[in-house]
Structures are given as C-alpha cells and as structure tokens.
C-alpha cells in the first residue's frame, strides 16, 4: 500500500515535514506558485497543508482529484471554500488555539502602546525631536478593561490585564455566572460595558450576530476618552464612525491589528494621531507559528495514516461503524441547535438535549457536538462538531444529555432546549422515511417544516387575511415562497409561520413584514 501524499503549499516551520515524514506520509514542500501552477499539482495529492497564502478554491477542488483533508495552520479559513469541499467529501481542518497566547500578547501590548502614546513618542525622538511635554499618558493600573467575548483569547487577555492590575468586565452570551468568577471578570451586558470600560478589547469571531458589534451607536455609548483595541477580526468595528469619535474624542485612541478590507491600503483612520496600527500581526511570533505548524502536520498526518479527527470544520469524529446511522441525526441535531440559537434572545445558561425512542439508543456524544455546533455558530465562526463541546465547556455552560427509550408521539425524537434569562425555549424534531430531518414544534407550538436554506419565522395574532398580506408582501419584493408552514397554540391566540424563500430576506423587507397588521416577531433565519 502506497503511502498517503502531502503537499506543504506555504512557508511553514519545517518541523512539520518531518512529522509527517515520521508518520508515515510522503510529503513535498512546494512553495509560492501561482494558482494555475498549483491547480496543475493538486492531482497527485491525498491532504494539503496551508497557511493564508494559498486559495483553495473550487477550480482547484475540481482539479484535486485524489485530495481528502485540508489542514490550515492557524484559525481563519476565508481561504478554503468550506463548502465545496464538503461536497466533494474533503476534510478541511484548522488548528484553533495554536496561537491564542500570542494574540492574547498583542492585544496586551497595543493596550500599553495606546495607554503611553509609545509609537508616535518613538517616531519624533528619532525624527530628531525631544517632545517630552508632548505626551501625557495614562496608567492601565485600577483602571476598568472591557472584553467583548471571553472565550479561549479573551480570558487570556483577563489574566494577563489582572496581572497589570486592572479590573476587567466582560460581554459574551455564553459567559456563565461560575465561569467568569472562575478567570476573575465581571459579567455584564453590552451597554455596561461600554458605559464603563478605560479600554475595550475585542476577542469574537466575525459573525452576523457581531459584525459592527462598535457601530456608531454603540461607539456613542462608550465612555467619553476610553480606548479601544482589535487584534480579532476585520469588521467587528464601523472605521468610519471610529474615525469620527477618535476626531470628537469621544474615542481617546484606537488600537487594530485587523481592518475590514485586508491587505489594508487606505482606511479613514490612516494618519489619526490618537490611531496605531499593525498588519495583522496577532498569530505572528516564532512560538505560534512553529505550534500552528507542527499541529497541523499531527492532524492530517493521524487522519491520513489512521482516520483521527481532530479540529474538522465539516465533519464530526465517528467511526465507520456508527456514521450511516448517526449521519441523519446529526443534520437534524444541527438545524435544532441552529434554530433555537438564531430565536432564542439573552445570556445562556443551559443546554438540554433528549433523544427519544430510536434516537436514545444511538451515541450521545455526536449528536451532543452536534446541536453544539448549530447552536454556537451564531457566535463563532471556528466551531464545529469536534470543538464544540470544549467551546461550551469553557464558557461554562450547563449541558445536559437526556435518554428516553419509551416513544412518544414520533418513533423517533430530539428535542433541544436552552435556558435564558427570559425562560426555557424549547424546539423537537424527527426524521421521516429514517432520513429526512423534520422540525415538530417549536417553542411550544406544533409546526412540521423542513430546516433548509433562507427561512423567515414570523409569530402573528390568528386572524383572517394575515397570509395574504405576508405573501402579498414578498411578492411585491420579488422573494418566492417555497413553502408555507402554519402552526398556533388555538384558534384565535398565537400563531406561528415558517417559510422558506429562494434568497436571503432584505432588512427592509423586514421591516416591513414587522409593520404589518398582528404581527408580534419577525426573524430571517438561514441553514
């Protein structure tokens, strides 16, 4: 049996070959080529390792013939076309926590930069200048830092600002009450933290749910004079209006490692004194990038030699055995916690998952990942079936796993509930035909629907005509109706639709469909 083939198509610390060498795969180091030149080499490859140089796009996908893992040394994968790998059946793995305490660092420094006004002081002493007077700072000690996210980076960063003697508060949905008295930060919600915080730091992926997360309404509820620092992602800031309150003084000074558009050739804030900058530097020290390296070189080696599974983005860890029965689970279990994560508002708390009938004869575990992984992609854009339960376990949140073997109403059940600060909201489905997801019902109210592409769900008061003015409404947009799924608690009360269009739902159309007659909630939803 030949041995599996690996191409390293990034500079890459060169330990990684030698792993790879050392267990059991051939591996060529082929660095710098153009995409015509690697979409002609892909052929002859079983897993390739990358960096963010390399695009692995659909021509290429199409070309790698033999290609079976993806394996990115560092977090973001906006290079791989995630779900054109999926559906050509390749892997495509990352390694997530690799460099997290050298952005943790980063993040840390550009706090101290700002704080002592380090980059602009060096460049006039060295311009010749002596602007002692120029250059009043600020200490970090007793003063209040604000995370916005408190996952594996941020609670890095609050150990090392405690170090620094600062008192730290945090925003994260997913921050239980024990776990942020376990790494020593206080709670809080959005707007507190933005009243209170000297300095804001930002440790969240770029997600729906956080893009311009500082918008300019939210930068105008900051503290007059704080400061604020981006080693995370492009996006999680409006530029333009952080300009602005950086020119006002609202904003004392601003600190990013990441800008929107990247490589970043102009910005609005080029050229602000109260502004420093550095070009995505977060995963960029010698300690990350040989970690990162020698990471991914063990991951595609163990799944190209035995099968492991490690940090896969697109699938979970199953055996052989378990996977034809568990697969139909999983995609359910994913759109339920996708569902209830996308409608379910506030901080959560816990998490219960019952399988019943069917369902609670199979293994827990993956199912568990999965409505793990549906419900926290609202908030990450990293996680996945693997990851997932550590992602939730390091937030602390409270996961239950419950077995019902006596059916109930269907052969087969799940249903996911989470606790919120707004009480329990509860969403079931089942599979038809042993392999077709349905939803059942949803907070309370019975409804089957597929779980598929965009969907609005809309809650509205039982009333005649309200169809035709919501249908009449699409139409007038240019959005077709797939289907049509009606739900309510009793004639006349509250009641349920959920509907699937052929394209995303315009925020206007929103708007819209929420100023109609009897309508209570409208939410664009996508699978």
């Known amino acids: 049996m030949s041995k599996p083939k690996v191409l390293i198509s990034d500079k890459m610390d060169p330990n990684a070959a030698r792993i790879f060498e050392e267990r059991g795969c051939d591996v060529d180091v082929i660095t710098g080529e153009t995409p015509e030149e690697l979409k002609a080499r892909i052929g002859e490859y079983d897993g390739l390792a990358i960096r963010s140089s390399t695009k692995v796009t659909k021509e290429i996908l199409d070309a790698a013939t033999n290609l079976k893992v993806i394996g990115r040394a560092g977090i973001g994968v906006d290079n791989v076309d995630i779900p054109y790998a999926s559906g050509k059946g390749v892997v495509v793995m990352n390694t997530p926590f690799g460099n997290s305490i050298t952005t943790a660092e980063h993040a840390i420094a550009m706090i101290m930069a700002l704080a002592r006004q380090i980059p602009a002081a060096d460049r006039r002493t060295q311009a010749g200048e002596w602007p002692k007077n120029d250059f009043m700072g600020v200490e970090v000690t007793g003063k209040t830092l604000g995370l916005i996210g408190a996952g594996n980076i941020g609670s890095i960063v609050a150990s090392r600002a405690q170090g620094l003697k600062m008192k730290v508060i945090a925003f994260d949905p997913f921050l239980t009450e024990d776990r942020a008295v376990e790494i020593g930060v206080e709670k809080v919600d959005l707007d507190t933290l933005l009243a209170r915080a000297d300095f804001i730091t930002l440790h969240t992926p770029l997600t729906d749910e956080t893009r311009n997360i500082l918008s300019r309404e939210n930068l105008a509820k900051t503290k007059k004079g704080v400061r604020i620092v981006n080693c995370a992602r492009g996006g999680l800031i409006d530029e333009a209006a952080l300009a602005d309150a950086l020119d006002s003084g609202q904003v004392a000074g601003a600190a990013l490692d990441v800008f929107q558009t990247e490589p970043a050739k102009d910005s609005p804030l080029f050229g602000k004194p109260n502004f420093i900058c550095t070009p995505h530097l977060g995963a960029s020290t010698n300690e990350a990038q040989v970690n990162v390296a020698l990471q991914v070189a063990e991951q595609l080696a163990d799944y190209l030699v035995n099968g492991g599974v490690t940090n896969a983005l697109n699938m979970p860890s199953l055996s052989a055995e378990e996977a034809p029965k568990l697969r139909p689970y999983m995609g359910l279990a994913e759109n339920l916690g996708s569902l209830v994560g996308q409608l379910a508002h506030g ?83 089942t599979l038809f035909g042993a392999d077709a997801p349905r939803l059942t019902e949803i907070f309370g109210v019975r409804i089957e629907a597929e779980l598929d592409g965009h969907m609005l769900y809309i809650v509205n008061e039982d009333a005649p005509g309200f169809i035709g003015r919501i249908g009449s409404l699409l139409g007038e947009n240019g959005i077709n109706i797939g289907t049509f799924n009606l739900g309510r608690r009793e004639a006349g009360g509250e009641a349920v639709l959920l509907l699937s269009v052929d394209q995303p739902i315009p925020q206007d159309v929103v708007d819209k469909a929420c100023a109609l007659e009897g309508v209570k909630t409208v939410m664009p939803l996508a699978f």
Do not use: C, W
Request: proline content about 2%.
């Open 347 to 429: 901080n959560l708390t816990k998490i219960s998952i019952e399988r019943e009938g069917a369902a609670a004869q199979l293994s827990g575990k993956p199912i568990e990942g999965a409505v793990l992984a549906g419900l926290m992609r609202q908030y990450s854009d990293t996680v996945n079936m693997v990851n997932a339960p550590f992602l939730a376990k390091e937030r602390g949140l409270d996961i239950r796993s419950i077995r019902h073997e006596k059916e109930g109403a269907y052969n087969t059940l799940l249903r996911v509930t989470v606790g919120t600060d707004s009480g329990d909201r509860s969403v079931a489905g």
